[in-house]
Antibody
Framework: QVQLVQSGAEVKKPGASVRVSCKTS????????MHWVRQAPGQGLEWMGK????????IYAQKLQGRVTVTRDTSTSTVYMELSSLTSEDTAVYYC????????WGQGTLVTVSS | QTVVTQEPSLTVSPGGTVTLTCASS?????????PTWFQQKPGQAPRALIY???NTHSWTPARFSGSLLGGKAALTLSDVQPEDEAQYYC???????????FGTGTKVTVL
């Protein structure tokens, strides 16, 4: 079955960067786009960006342009999301979600930004 | 900045029917926005119920349906069950630089 397994929780200081991974299995990795979504504590969902795993092209939410980078490694069927210049407002659970009906989602990765 | 607005909260009785809506600040929602609806329960990742306006996943209970209604996307829950109590989000596709925007979310209470 299709599975998305994300990397573990991270604690970062303000100004640092974080990279979250999303390892996929159970389908042809290069055939379906992957999205990244985040959710701050007690808040709603925010779409961050997406990648075409085939060619690596990306589109990012305007709000995060310049700070977010999504990449992929086709040899390991893994997608990465890197967010730089972190502030406390970036504290959130970060999810990867496969396109094709936005399903499935990874289990989520809590990123805490604190001095 | 594009804003997608949902009702903050709705209450429905077990066995009843409730309709959630999803409005775009840019104008009428159309099938070209490929409305997607998600259910999220506390401590869990969201799960898609409806995609491309009205298409269901294999796990979507038949009591959930999606449509376009009066220039908005709509999610109708019929014969509501206690386990339907959850947060619901819509997602609209705009293409280009905006690409996707989530709605503000609706908390559905079954009482």
């Amino acid at each position: 079955q299709v599975q998305l397994v994300q990397s573990g929780a991270e604690v970062k200081k303000p100004g640092a960067s974080v990279r979250v991974s999303c390892k996929t299995s159970g389908y042809t990795f290069t055939k379906i786009y992957m999205h990244w979504v985040r959710q701050a504590p007690g808040q709603g969902l925010e779409w961050m960006g997406k990648i075409n795993p085939s060619g690596g092209s990306t589109i990012y939410a305007q709000k995060l342009q310049g700070r977010v980078t999504v990449t992929r490694d086709t040899s390991t069927s893994t997608v990465y999301m890197e967010l730089s210049s972190l502030t406390s407002e970036d504290t959130a659970v970060y999810y990867c979600a496969r396109d094709s009906g936005f399903d499935p989602w990874g289990q989520g990765t809590l990123v805490t930004v604190s001095s | 900045q594009t804003v997608v607005t949902q009702e903050p909260s709705l209450t429905v009785s077990p066995g009843g029917t409730v309709t959630l809506t999803c409005a775009s600040s840019t104008g009428a929602v159309t099938s070209g926005n490929y409305p997607t609806w998600f259910q999220q329960k506390p401590g869990q990742a969201p799960r898609a119920l409806i995609y491309s306006t009205s298409n269901t996943h294999s796990w979507t209970p038949a009591r959930f349906s999606g449509s376009l209604l009066g220039g908005k996307a709509a999610l109708t829950l019929s014969d509501v069950q206690p386990e339907d109590e959850a947060q619901y989000y819509c997602l609209l596709y705009y293409g280009g630089a905006k690409d996707y925007v989530f709605g503000t979310g609706t908390k559905v209470t079954v009482l």
